[in-house]
């Protein structure tokens, strides 16, 4: 029940107003030291109501205090113009009863009209970070006076490059008392600093691990011995398979362009989503998809974060996730709601150990699934380590150093170009110093007490 929150009572009555009965997990974990003006770092998907797990703590915040307003007092950044209308609403629907004024700023709408919604000053404003530092820049907006910061969806905001803006935009938020930091992934090591340079003293709150599987998903793996393997199963299963909607995930855009090129070649009416597709793409990509005249979508990880279609229930892995968090957040998407979902991951050598991982990280053992006629040349492993994964795929130091001696490796010189992408063996500890609170759906939920200001 909401009124376990200390909340105003005229948001108590929005809540009931809104026939929200149960808080959700995120609500209930975040709430209670959101109001209580902590700096919150959470990891939650859309669909878990992180939106009112801010909204609701933002707006008691706004009502307790009768302060003149002269500046915005909250402001809200997030990466999308889609999902700042939908906070825009959720905000609206809870302040209903209360007098403060909200307002949204985005790319693609009106300078001047945007300028004049400004010089009305609203309580709340919400926006994407470019327009936000173009108002900035001509002078029509002033952050100084802003209390309370959020940053919607930041690993998001991270991937669209909007990293410069977001540092500027907070530095400019000098005088905030509280900032709260939401992620749909745990991230990678951007996302670290930038949590570890915005919050202070954050409290961590992790709600999207296996908590967010969904019993009625059954997952599978096959495997496959190429690409074009791959292919092969993922046309199999779209004509064999009986699902309402499907999501394909690929790693990277090339691939995904790739696949949808391949599928619409054999008849199969798609759409593609990825980081080069415009807002515009987006849309009509997912407007399809909902109204149901397109039953595929291709989509890689970035382009697919904060979709929420109702009615999926099929999810194909063409490539293995990266993580176990990315894992999650593909395989979350099905079977919403008490429906059957299936989840298949279609496994090369190459996604063998990343596969395994995950099967560590969730605790489970996913179905291995043979389709007949279609058995490739790759049946996993042949020798598995305890953990799962592939023995003996890696060198041994003394055959390596062999290796090297033959192909003149230099051990001392500086690798030439880029730098790799690969993540630091202690990547963790510049984890800023905060407590973590995880719900993995085997522990149950604790939240440790503040420490004392
Ligand atoms: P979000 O994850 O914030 O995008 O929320 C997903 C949807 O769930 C939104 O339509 C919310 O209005 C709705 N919602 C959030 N919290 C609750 C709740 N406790 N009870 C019922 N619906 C909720």
């Not at 825009?88 to 949204?104: G, H, N, W």
């Not at 064999?240 to 090339?254: C, D, G, L, P």
């Not at 043979?370 to 042949?382: A, E, F, M, R, T």
Request: hydrophobic content about 40%; overall charge positive; some cysteine.
């Amino acid at each position: 029940m909401f009124d376990q929150f200390a909340l105003h009572e005229r948001l108590l009555k929005a809540v009931a107003e809104l026939k929200f009965v149960e808080p959700t997990p995120v609500q209930v974990a975040a709430i209670p030291p959101a109001i209580e003006g902590r700096d919150l770092r959470v990891t939650a998907q859309t669909g878990s109501g992180k939106t009112a797990a801010f909204v609701l703590p933002m707006l008691n915040r706004l009502i307790g205090d009768a302060v003149v307003r002269t500046d915005v007092r909250a402001l809200i950044l997030l990466p999308t113009r889609e999902l700042a209308q939908q906070t825009l609403k959720e905000v609206e629907r809870f302040s209903q009863f209360t007098f403060i004024k909200s307002a949204m700023i985005t790319g693609g709408e009106d300078f001047k009209v945007q300028a004049a919604i400004l010089r009305k000053v609203p309580d709340i404003l919400i926006g994407t970070p470019g327009r936000m530092i173009e108002h900035l820049n001509a002078g029509t907006l002033i952050l100084k006076d802003v209390e309370l910061l959020i940053l919607d969806e930041a690993d998001r905001m991270l991937d669209m490059g909007f990293a410069e803006d977001v540092q500027r935009l907070v530095g400019e938020c000098a005088k905030r008392q509280q900032t709260l930091l939401f992620s749909a992934t745990s991230g990678g090591a951007a996302l670290r600093e930038m949590a570890a340079s915005v919050l202070r003293d954050p409290l961590h709150l992790q709600l999207n691990r296996v908590s967010e599987l969904n019993e009625g998903t059954r997952q599978q793996i096959i495997t496959a011995e190429s690409t074009e393997h791959k292919e092969k199963l993922v046309h199999w299963l779209l004509a064999n398979e009986t699902y309402k909607k499907a999501v394909i995930f690929t790693n990277t855009r090339v691939q995904a362009d790739r696949l949808y090129g391949r599928l619409v070649a054999e008849g199969v009416k798609a759409f593609v989503l990825h980081g080069d597709k415009d807002q515009k793409d987006r849309k009509l990509a997912i407007d399809r998809v909902k109204e149901g005249g397109v039953k595929v979508l291709v989509a890689t990880d970035v382009a697919a974060r904060g979709l929420d279609i109702e009615g999926l229930d099929l999810v194909i892995n063409f490539d293995m996730p990266r993580s176990g968090d990315e894992y999650v957040h593909r395989i979350g998407r099905t079977g919403r709601a008490g429906a059957e979902g299936l989840a298949i991951s279609l496994i090369c050598h190459n996604d063998w150990n990343l596969m395994s991982s995950v099967e560590r990280y969730l605790k489970q053992r996913f179905e291995r699934r043979v389709i007949k006629g279609l058995k490739g040349s790759y049946g996993g492993p042949k020798n598995l380590k305890a953990s799962g994964k592939a023995a003996g795929t890696k060198k041994k130091k003394d055959d390596k150093k062999k290796d090297d001696k033959k192909k003149g490796v230099d051990k001392k010189a500086k690798p030439a170009g880029k730098p790799t992408a690969k993540r630091p063996k202690n990547a963790k500890r510049d984890e800023p110093a905060s407590q973590i609170v995880s719900q993995d759906g085997l522990a149950p939920l604790r939240r440790k007490k503040p420490a004392a200001e």
